[in-house]
């Protein structure tokens, strides 16, 4: 689209992470940027202070003098922005497919799918690529301790995360495909987790180079990475200090390099894996993916220290899945010896809904629950789904319907313990100033 003479572009739903590093990708091709949300958040005020026009909730007159609208999947299709655009002929293009056509523009894309890991794993990646010297550009669905959730350093190479819901991934024709994991999400979007399992094969298969998780049911065919010394890429010699792994890559039975992780969690070795047999498909050598990985230093919400309350360390974590909720407690199991105390904010009714069995059993050892409210994101309200019903399952569990109950929640924890804040909703907004 940008080659067909698009100098400028109107994104409605401009304050999302993907939005807004899509946003940041057209300035980086020479195009005038503007946009609308419900409030300034922290991309929309971060795009504002870059120059770009940011409209509030129904200001429609922006849409106007654009080449070119496009929206979030969080949007709905009688928005009136889109609206305003059909009616004056202008091209309106949802986000995923808007992707799909800026892949085109570069020589080489590498799209990283799966339930868990996409955006550590996609920074790792820009982390290797800048270590190596490469032209590319990194599209990024959270924020980067050091490159945030776009950068710009050439257009020889795309990473990219490439997101399931909606089917969306499967719009992307890469070079290189990496799938994580395949667990089961967005279930919605599917009839079942047969037809997400073959949404992933398909979007490996269409990619000259594939990478899978040994083991999992989407690896046939593919390089595959995991502990296992079978696997292509494997994790050898793992040792873990306070939490952070080092350990050696093996490439096909040979040593590559060592790697000491500066962020926490096994889960991330597994990540760092990825990471290097997606670099190594497309060149990069054994030194430059020593160097990117040893230079990541995490992602904004990913198991984040972002304070101290009666003596516990706060940890912020975008855990919203039974497995990444899994993940994150057994990291805090490693990383500090007192209670561990959990404040979990649902994301979505469906998904609550689709996994309710497997979020019942996935908080083994926390020693305290807090369920909050549930965060709707693009959906209407659903008992089933919903934070109470959930609670009411979990008979040890409390229940916050209010900044209050969190309060009370955070002054019954004890020194010495740590308190994760779970959820990809705005709780860890909410209880940032409740612990300072």
């Known amino acids: ?141 959270g924020n980067d301790a050091e490159l945030g959730n776009f950068c710009g350093f050439g257009r020889d190479v795309l990473i990219t995360e490439a997101c399931e819901y909606n089917k969306n991934f499967l719009l992307l024709r890469p070079h290189t495909a990496v799938v994580l994991n395949s667990d089961a999400d967005h279930l919605e979007c599917y009839s079942d987790e047969s037809e997400l399992a073959e949404a992933y094969k398909s979007f490996l298969h269409d990619a000259q180079k594939s990478i899978c998780l040994e083991g999992d049911r989407c690896s046939r065919g593919s390089t595959t990475f995991g502990f296992s010394r079978t696997a292509d890429y494997c994790a050898a010699n793992v040792c873990s200090e306070g939490g952070k792994y080092s350990f050696e890559i093996f490439e096909y039975g040979l040593k590559l390099c060592g790697v000491s992780l500066k962020v926490f969690g096994r889960h991330n070795v597994l990540n760092a894996l990825a990471a290097a047999a997606a670099a190594r498909a497309c060149g990069v050598s054994a030194r430059a993916v020593m160097c990117g990985l040893e230079d990541f230093k995490g992602v904004e919400g990913r198991f984040e220290f972002i304070g101290e309350y009666n003596g516990c360390a706060v940890v912020a974590d975008y855990a919203h899945h039974p497995q990444e909720i899994r993940a994150a407690i057994r990291t805090a199991m490693e990383v500090c010896g007192g209670r561990i105390y959990v404040i979990f904010q649902p994301h979505t009714y469906s998904r609550t809904k689709n996994l309710f069995n497997e979020f019942v059993e996935c908080f083994e050892g926390a020693d305290e629950l807090l369920i909050c409210k549930t965060y709707a994101a693009r959906e209407y309200f659903d008992e089933r789904g919903s934070a109470l019903a959930l609670h009411e399952a979990i008979k040890t569990s409390r229940y916050a319907d209010c900044e209050r109950d969190v309060s009370d929640f955070l002054n019954r924890t004890n020194k010495g313990g740590v308190i994760l804040v779970l959820g990809a909703g705005d709780i860890a907004r909410k209880v940032r100033p409740l612990i300072n």
């Open 1 to 141: 689209m940008l080659s067909r003479n698009i100098k400028s572009c109107y994104f409605v739903g401009i304050g999302g992470a993907g939005m807004s590093a899509l946003a940041k990708l057209f300035m980086y091709f020479g195009a005038e940027v503007r946009g609308c949300d419900i409030a300034i958040g922290k991309y929309a005020a971060e795009l504002a202070a870059l120059g770009v026009e940011v409209d509030l909730g129904g200001c429609v007159e922006g849409v106007d003098e654009c080449d070119l609208l496009v929206y979030s999947d969080a949007v709905k299709l009688f928005d009136a922005h889109i609206c305003r655009a059909e009616r004056l002929g202008i091209p309106v293009i949802s986000r995923g497919r808007m992707l799909a056509e800026v892949c085109s523009m570069f020589d080489r894309t590498i799209a990283v799918a799966g339930c868990h890991g996409k955006t550590t794993c996609t920074s790792m990646l820009a982390h290797i690529f800048s270590a190596a010297g490469k032209g590319f550009c990194a599209y990024i669905g």
